[in-house]
């Protein structure tokens, strides 16, 4: 069994993530115990013990120019045995953070500061950025736009949670519960940047106004001017999901998503079905979506969809956790205009194609990771240019192709080429490849220093040499771009390939790896493209191990009866995902797959 995505192996690229694991103890009876801090991407957080008496905490964070400065309460949160608070919307720099235990009277009691630690920027690249937008209601420097308004979603407050929203007229209107909130955001008038903050899990039965049953839905009411836009949906911690539906957009604009888990969606996790613009989707796990009628929808439809002018996309940092049909680009009609889109630093984890397919669609294509991919990698047809540069590719059966031409249409049989393909009958884009990584296989790639006409991309030896007009795709007679080197190109500057598999395993998905800890055995599941059956139950079987949220008056209670019942006082969870036990409590706890599976009485 290959072991990998632990927390240890995940930190210790230099200069990635600060994340500093310390026991501070206090000589005295009620010592407040600080158990783990540390830095993430524009996060902090801490962990520490329950303090006896106390009902409630206050937590405050210093620096970078900021004193004291108190945290909403729902962002503390109790857990099995040890309370944590989550500080999102920092910029990057240094911080300590400071916890108070307040007594039924509010007096305190108790307190706590955590040594300094490092939190680190989010990559804010690609063509999400183009035009000056920054996706979202976050700034450049990760710290909220002005008036940003803040959400905090759970179980308890999906359909409770109040906000006004300005009319056509900026007159306000307070609507209730998040879907009505966001569908009178779309109507377009109000363009206040709004945050939503997911805390631990919100499955669909809880979640009343899904479109479809299967989406959030983030739909304006034109193209033009009545967008709905300015929008950040971010997880709390490690364990925010999305559970049983997934996204939708639609004439939607400058919308971020970032650090959620998506688990058996209906049709697609995230799906862009028409005229959206400057869309980020990043640190994002996705896991098996409800199986469809077809069968090749065994794991779901499929993780991203982005067709009918879904443009200005950038697509970073996600976990893609053996997903089928990864992302298809442009839809099965022709577009107005090429989609531009960016795939950057995401983990294709056992997956098994679309990473991506794209048609009618400009890609710019870098440090990714394709970690065993039994299908196929990058597919190009119609009308599509794709720079691919300094991505890894571990064990992927055919990691780039073009529709109709080289390996898509070689029949070993015969030794010959024909225009039929195996993995699509479009015509073929044009593919640019520069400083890719080919590891642990023997992929059946070709160049154009190897066959003039019959190759699977054109090898450059520079990221700036351009692509002769001349050069076509055999099937369609496209040329290449030449997008990357134009004047309106953004800036990037890539890793090595030879640093990505790291880079990208520190990084990728939610903080820290999420909650739900998974490791794939190379020798069974690189070539193997089936439903893994016990990482699927373990995704049926999730639950949360969220036990309360903090609210005003002290902690809301009913989040999650199963941990409040039989061992709210247990320690059983580090960030490691190491089994753990109370020796005062004489709970024992058994985990599997990330998940407890029983409590046992010593």
Not at 94 to 101: G, R
Not at 309 to 330: A, E, L, R
Not at 424 to 432: E, H, L, N, R
Not at 515 to 529: G, Y
Request: with cysteine; proline share 3%; charged share 20%.
């Amino acid at each position: 069994m290959k072991k990998k995505n632990t927390i240890s192996e995940r930190h210790s690229v230099a200069g990635l993530v600060a994340l500093v694991i310390a026991f501070l103890t206090v000589n005295c009876m009620n010592a407040m115990t600080i158990g783990q801090y540390g830095g993430w991407l524009e996060t902090a957080f801490v962990t520490w013990q329950p303090v006896d008496n106390a009902v409630c905490y206050k937590v405050s964070y210093s620096g970078e120019g900021i004193s004291g400065q108190e945290i909403a309460t729902p962002l503390i949160r109790k857990y099995p045995g040890y309370m944590r608070a989550d500080i999102p919307g920092l910029k990057a720099g240094v911080y300590t953070v400071t916890v108070k235990a307040l007594d039924s009277t509010g007096k305190e009691i108790d307190t706590a500061v955590t040594p300094a630690m490092s939190v680190s920027p989010n990559n804010r690249e690609g063509f999400a950025f183009s035009g000056g937008n920054v996706p979202g209601a976050y700034t450049m420097d990760g710290t909220p736009k002005e008036g940003a308004r803040v959400l905090y979603v759970s179980a308890e407050t999906v359909n409770s949670i109040t906000c006004d929203v300005a009319d056509s007229k900026g007159k306000l209107a307070s609507y209730t519960g998040l879907a009505n909130i966001l569908s009178a955001y779309g109507k377009g008038y109000d363009k206040t940047p709004l945050i939503i903050r997911v805390i631990g899990a919100v499955k669909a039965e809880e979640f009343e106004g899904l479109k479809d049953g299967n989406y959030i839905n983030l739909q304006g009411s034109n193209n033009s001017s009545r967008l709905i836009e300015n929008i950040t949906l971010e997880g709390i911690g490690t364990d925010a999901t999305l559970y049983g539906y997934g996204i939708c957009f639609k004439r939607a604009h400058n919308i971020e998503i970032r650090n959620v888990g998506i688990m058996l969606f209906g049709d697609d996790a995230i799906s862009m079905d028409t005229d959206n613009t400057n869309i980020w989707l990043h640190n994002i796990d996705f896991f098996y979506g409800k199986p469809g009628r077809d069968a090749d929808q065994v794991k779901g439809d499929g993780s991203i969809d982005m067709k009918y002018n879904s443009s200005q996309i950038t697509i970073s940092y996600n976990h893609f956790w053996d997903s089928g049909k990864v992302m298809g680009c442009g839809g099965t009609t022709g577009e107005k205009q090429t989609l531009m889109i960016s795939f950057h630093h995401n983990w294709f984890d056992h997956t098994d194609s679309r990473c991506p397919r794209l048609h009618y669609t400009t890609a710019h294509i870098y440090n990714n990771y394709y970690d065993g991919v039994s299908v196929y990698g990058i597919g190009n047809t119609t009308e599509s240019s794709a720079f691919v540069e300094g991505n890894y590719f571990r064990n992927v059966k055919r990691p780039i192709m073009i529709s109709g031409q080289g390996t898509d249409s070689y029949d070993e049989k015969t030794g010959t080429y024909t225009l039929k393909g195996t993995f699509s009958g479009q015509d073929g884009g044009m593919t640019k490849a520069y400083d890719n990584i080919f590891a642990e296989n023997t992929p059946k790639l070709v160049y154009q220093t190897e066959h003039a006409t019959q190759f699977d991309a054109y090898l450059v030896s520079s990221r700036d040499e351009r692509v002769p007009e001349t050069v076509t795709s055999v099937k369609g007679n496209w040329a290449y771009s030449n997008f990357d080197t134009a004047e309106t190109m953004y800036e990037s500057l890539p890793d090595a390939p030879a640093d990505v598999p790291e880079k990208v395993t520190a990084y990728a998905g939610r903080m820290d790896g999420g909650d739900l800890k998974w490791s794939f055995d190379n020798s069974v599941d690189d070539d193997n493209h089936d439903v893994n059956t016990a990482l699927k139950e373990a995704i049926t079987s999730y639950q949360g191990r969220l036990v309360a949220i903090q609210g005003e008056g002290g902690f809301a209670t009913g989040i999650s009866t199963q941990w409040a019942s039989d061992a709210e006082n247990a320690v059983f969870h580090d960030l490691n995902g190491r089994r753990m036990t109370d020796a005062a409590s004489g709970v024992n706890i058994v985990r599997k797959g990330g998940n407890v599976t029983k409590v046992v009485r010593k």
